[in-house]
């Protein structure tokens, strides 16, 4: 009996390390796109502000992913010869939107509202990294718990430590 | 440790690591896309919420809604502040309708009937075929002279669609256009018209009155308009000035009975006789404002010969009496326990000449009649009634029958041997979006949109004795594949050609109704005031929910000849007393109401308000009459009348006489979705059908019954553990008297 306890203890404790090893280190921190998008050649090299494309950030809580009108505005004429945009165009052509694949995600039960933190003058860098150096979009912040409120002190946001705050 | 256990410990930890590891890969959300829009809605910006007013239509009070909408999706749905009718309320039956649209039992598509009739089994078509079969058919009718043999029923409209539906029939060739509803206290209009001269529920001014005595009415919950008098009773209690008192005459006790200071369980039947008792007394005390016409009809009606017969006190009927008379203002209302009987109409008329007696009509705080509906309120036709169609189809008098809304498979008894005379119809079709029960003998279904996707405009009935037109506005996209029910009767217009196609041009519903509105305002000068043109108008109005005037005080006299109408006798009860020993009230439930509400399972999971109980049908019976019954709670009944017999668990409930039982209306549906079916019993199929010959409503209040033990089936779920305290003294009580004392000492 006092062994199958013990069985059962190193299993479990097995079973957690195995589920954080996945979480930490398999888990892809940069998955490849439907198109091989440069953030790195559109914010770096032609510094186009993030808000010309991620139009809702400061009116809403999700910043907005681009249509595809946004992309064809410029792209029926520029780069119009290179085959990743022909790939954009033929996705205009068939009138569907361009299936990204989420890079940065939040639990349901976590509120985080774009509006505020864009309105209160946080860098997007703060929480996206050098996007501008990125040629495909990388997650560099854990985006846990105390990695919120580890800025939410340091820039002493009001109620910042308010359970209410994010979990409403 | 030995070699033979620490390879157990090494296999023990890598099966764990790699069960964990996996488990990690797969609760991952399966690569979450982001799908961005194609060319960006001008109006939506992702996650910040639009509001659009509009009206519910899940009862007929007509309250304003403000329904929230994100990304084209409604998701919340709440009262419209501004709205005169529910000002900001809006109760659970409002509060359900997302559940109305995103049904998964909704109908999706236009259905051809496969199986034999009221299989529900269906094959799903087109539009086009649809719209093709249906004008087929009417069009043969019309080629052999039989165009009379076309039926419309549907629940009780107005405004626009009720024109664009009448307009049809009449294009058709056909006078055989009716409203049906379990609730349209036909009754009441009746006798509101004998005795006001207009057939419609005027507007009661529980805000403002004093002393309130309703006469079965449960306002708060079910009755006629219930928010808003929810809303006037709240700030009656609880308003400016003295608090008002209510007393609360029926022999159950509903929420409104139980939120009363007086509760008169009068004998089933009887409660007109008490009001005429009330009347006489206050007459023959001198008190009366206005009795000139009613001495000599009310001196039958002493109180102490009612007394016996209503099982009222004689002091309590005199102290009633006088109290209604001497507090200003004061009103009495006719609800259910004097309008749901037989003679129902005699019954409202002795309370309408009990307010002329004692000088409420027409006084704030009294009954104020509603004498403008803008010509577009809900017409009640008191000829037309379910009696007339059964037979009419009997006598094969109806070749094609359309139904919308109405549900009177669901809602009247047996004994009416509706589904029979449905049988000899040889074409039936539906525009219901639901499969509810009469929508199941339906040849052919072309599924109308729900409220929240359609467009339409509403003149509340009973108003606020002050003009009021709602629109309603879709404020989602199409779920599914359903039309606007104006268009369907603009297309089948088109597709049956000849005159109907004649009569009815406009291109859709949306300009129909658009035009409608502009002959309301060019005929409405207090419309056009203070806007820039009819435009103007209409977006100010779309915005606001719709448009409101002023309060007209209208005036009206209880004429004489009422009198007439008055039977002066208890109402009957089928089935003899020593078979049958029980009075039997089916009364409408908060949440479901005449059975609509029984396919949202928000609605079945809230608690009814009095009982607790949730997902189920039960009797109410005094805890004294199931202890001589030998009942305990839970146990299962058979519930039997002269007509039929239904099962249902016994509720102890001491609020209600001991000589009757009460079921509520709404389950037993055999059709009408998965929440539905199946579930409860209606206690409506053991009714006798006695239909009023005036009014032509249906007695609710009509049979005796007898309780005998029935087979263990059913379970009673509740939320309430018990209904006493045990001694521990939970709710502090506090005596009216006392509490004043209590007032004047902290100030």
Redesign the interface.
């Given at each position: 009996m006092k062994k199958l306890i013990l069985y059962a203890v190193v299993g479990g404790i097995a079973f957690v390390i195995g589920y954080f090893v996945n979480d930490q280190f398999f888990s892809d921190r940069a998955p490849v796109q439907p198109i091989n998008f440069s953030h790195k050649i559109h914010a770096g090299d032609n510094q186009i502000p993030c808000q010309y494309c991620h139009i809702y950030a400061e009116r809403s809580r999700v910043s907005g992913v681009p249509n595809v009108k946004r992309c064809m505005g410029c792209h029926q004429i520029i780069k119009t010869d290179s085959p990743e945009i022909q790939k954009v165009a033929s996705y205009w052509d068939k009138k569907e939107p361009i299936p990204w694949v989420k890079v940065y995600n939040l639990p349901d039960h976590v509120y985080f509202p774009h509006k505020r933190h864009v309105r209160a003058g946080v860098d997007c860098k703060n929480c996206h990294g050098d996007v501008a150096s990125m040629a495909r979009i990388e997650k560099v912040s854990s985006l846990q718990m105390g990695w919120c409120l580890s800025c939410h002190t340091k820039r002493e946001v009001k109620n910042g430590h308010d359970c209410w705050t994010c979990h409403k | 440790m030995k070699r033979r256990d620490f390879l157990?410990?090494i296999g023990?930890?890598?099966?764990?690591?790699?069960?964990?590891?996996?488990?990690?890969?797969v609760s991952?959300?399966p690569?979450?896309?982001?799908?961005?829009?194609?060319?960006?809605p001008e109006d939506i910006?992702?996650?910040?919420a639009t509001w659009y007013a509009s009206v519910c239509t899940l009862c007929g009070a007509g309250c304003g809604t403000l329904v929230r909408v994100m990304e084209g999706r409604a998701k919340k749905v709440e009262g419209n502040p501004g709205h005169p009718i529910n000002r900001g309320g809006l109760c659970a039956l409002g509060q359900s309708s997302v559940q109305a649209l995103y049904n998964p039992d909704r109908i999706t598509k236009p259905l051809k009937r496969k199986g034999p009739r009221g299989s529900g089994e269906y094959a799903e078509i087109t539009w086009d075929e649809a719209l093709k079969t249906l004008a087929a058919n009417l069009i043969e009718l019309k080629s052999k002279n039989e165009s009379e043999k076309f039926h419309l029923l549907t629940s009780p409209l107005g405004g626009t669609i009720d024109r664009l539906a009448g307009e049809f029939v009449s294009a058709f060739g056909s006078s055989n256009y009716s409203h049906y509803g379990l609730f349209q206290r036909k009754n009441l209009a009746f006798a509101n018209l004998s005795t006001m001269g207009t057939a419609s529920i005027p507007h009661y001014d529980i805000e403002n009155t004093k002393y309130l005595l309703s006469f079965g009415a449960d306002f708060s919950s079910t009755w006629v308009s219930p928010v808003n008098y929810s809303n006037g009773y709240g700030k009656m209690r609880q308003g400016t000035g003295e608090r008002g008192k209510l007393v609360q005459v029926e022999p159950r006790l509903s929420l409104t009975g139980a939120n009363a200071d007086e509760w008169v369980p009068a004998k089933p039947g009887t409660e007109a006789l008490l009001a005429l008792a009330i009347a006489n007394t206050i007459v023959e005390k001198g008190l009366a404002r206005d009795a000139s016409a009613w001495r000599g009809v009310l001196s039958r009606y002493k109180a102490k010969d009612m007394a016996s017969i209503c099982d009222v006190p004689v002091e309590r009927i005199e102290a009633m009496a006088v109290e209604f008379a001497r507090t200003r203002p004061s009103l009495a209302i006719a609800g259910d326990s004097v309008s749901s009987y037989e003679n129902g109409i005699s019954g409202a008329i002795a309370v309408n000449i009990l307010n002329q007696v004692a000088g409420n009509i027409g006084v704030i705080g009294g009954v104020m009649p509603n004498g403008d509906d803008l010509g577009n309120g809900k017409k009640i036709d008191f000829g037309r009634k379910i009696s007339t169609l059964i037979s009419a189809a009997n006598a094969d008098k109806i070749k094609t029958l359309i139904v919308y809304g109405a549900n009177p498979v669901f809602t009247t008894p047996k004994a009416a041997r509706l589904e029979e005379a449905l049988s000899k119809v040889p074409f039936i079709a539906s525009f219901s979006s639901f499969m509810d029960e009469t929508t199941a003998h339906a040849d052919i279904i072309l599924p109308a949109h729900t409220s929240l996707e359609d467009w339409g405009d509403d003149f509340p009935d009973p108003g606020v004795a002050a003009p009021v037109a709602s629109i309603i506005q879709p404020v989602v996209s199409p779920v599914f594949e359903t039309k606007s029910l104006g268009d369907i009767f603009i297309e089948l217009a088109r597709a049956v050609g000849g005159n109907v196609a004649g009569k009815i041009t406009a291109p859709n519903f949306a300009e129909y109704l658009k035009a409608s509105w502009k002959g309301l305002y060019s005929r409405n000068r207090e419309m056009a005031a203070g806007t820039l043109g009819f435009e103007d108008f209409w977006n100010k109005a779309l915005q606001r929910g719709g448009w409101w005037g002023p309060s007209r005080k209208m005036t009206a006299t209880v004429s004489a000849r009422a009198g007439e109408h008055l039977t002066g006798a208890p109402a009957r009860f089928e089935g003899e007393e020593a078979q049958y020993p029980f009075y039997l009230i089916p009364y409408a439930q908060t949440a479901y109401m005449d059975g609509r509400g029984a396919n949202l399972p928000w609605l079945q999971e809230l608690p009814d308000p009095m009982t607790s109980v949730v997902w189920g049908t039960w009797v109410e019976i005094n805890p004294k009459t199931a202890a001589s019954l030998g009942l305990k709670e839970g146990d299962m009944v058979n519930i039997e009348s002269p007509f039929g017999k239904i099962s249902a668990p016994v509720y102890l409930y001491p609020g209600i006489r001991p000589d009757t039982v009460a079921v509520p209306i709404g389950q037993g549906h055999s059709h009408y979705g998965r929440y539905a079916k199946g579930r409860g019993a209606n206690p409506i199929e053991i009714l006798p059908y006695k239909e009023d010959p005036l009014s032509g409503e249906a007695a609710l209040n009509s049979t005796r019954v007898r309780i005998t033990r029935g087979a263990t089936g059913e379970r009673l779920v509740k939320m309430e553990g018990s209904t006493k305290e045990f001694g521990r003294g939970i709710v502090q009580t506090v005596s009216p008297s006392e509490f004043k004392r209590m007032k004047k000492e902290v100030v």
């Open positions: - | 157990k410990f023990i930890g890598g099966v764990g690591a790699g069960a964990g590891f996996v488990l990690g890969k991952k959300p690569g979450a896309k982001l799908i961005p829009y194609l060319i960006p910006i992702p996650g910040v």
